[in-house]
């Protein structure tokens, strides 16, 4: 089942999300990231039967990763 990033821009209370779906959840932080670097509200990772990712979790990875 795919992973999708989804978040809400700074300033705006619209929910946007990723274009297409990623195999893994490894591949759903990478874009996560780049996200985060453009500071939104809310950043988010859906995932099979409703997992989520929550932002803190995708932040420590992207620190992890150096990519933040």
């Known amino acids: 089942m795919p ?3 989804k978040w809400i821009a700074a300033g705006q209370a619209m929910i946007r999300q990723t274009p297409k779906a990623y195999a893994t959840p490894g591949e759903a932080v990478d874009f996560a990231c780049i996200i985060l670097k453009q500071r939104p509200k809310k ?3 859906e995932g099979p039967s409703g997992h ?3 932002q803190e979790a995708i932040e420590l990875n992207c620190e992890a ?3 933040r």
């Open 3 to 5: 992973y999708v990033v």
């Open 43 to 45: 950043i988010w990772i």
């Open 52 to 54: 989520r990712i929550e």
């Open 65 to 67: 990763r150096g990519m």
